[in-house]
């Protein structure tokens, strides 16, 4: 799996709901068709990768560990993500990531569904963003 390099562009996008799953490890089990089309990556190459397969590296490490905490103990999450397309446009979500749970009540997996951000929630969450990697920066 080669890095792809960001391109300074937005990828806008309209209508359905990017869906997709992940087992206990972040690993895609299944992306609907729209993931595909926003992403630009076949659903061939996006089951079996990591979710982080379209992390754009303008995304802090500590949204991402909160996300975890979250869904892992249970919980819905949702937030803004800045996700790299497989040719390197970017492109912004608004992303909501449920815990799928057996009949015990275990964890068995992870759905999430995401639609196209808002202008004003793209402005908000960059300005918050950068603040966040100069801070991570800082602290290496």
């Known amino acids: 799996m080669s890095k792809v390099t960001p391109v300074d ?6 209508g359905r709901v990017i869906i997709s799953q992940t087992d206990l490890q972040g690993i895609i ?6 993931f595909c089309e926003v992403s630009g990556y076949t659903a061939e190459e996006l089951v079996g990768k990591p979710h ?6 303008d995304m802090p490490k500590a949204v ?6 979250t869904i892992k103990g249970g919980q819905a999450w949702n937030g803004i993500v800045k ?3 497989k040719d390197g446009l970017y492109y912004w979500v608004d992303s909501e990531i449920l815990p799928i749970l057996d009949d015990d009540f275990q964890v068995t997996g ?3 569904a995401r639609k196209a951000a808002s202008r004003k929630d793209i402005k908000e969450n960059e300005e ?3 603040k966040m990697l100069q801070a991570e920066a800082q602290e290496k």
């Open 9 to 14: 562009e937005e990828y806008i996008y309209e």
């Open 29 to 34: 089990t299944y992306a609907n068709r729209k």
């Open 52 to 57: 982080s397969i379209i992390r754009h590296p």
């Open 64 to 69: 991402f560990a909160k996300m975890w905490d």
């Open 83 to 85: 996700n790299l397309r």
């Open 110 to 112: 992870y759905i999430a």
């Open 128 to 130: 918050l963003y950068a």
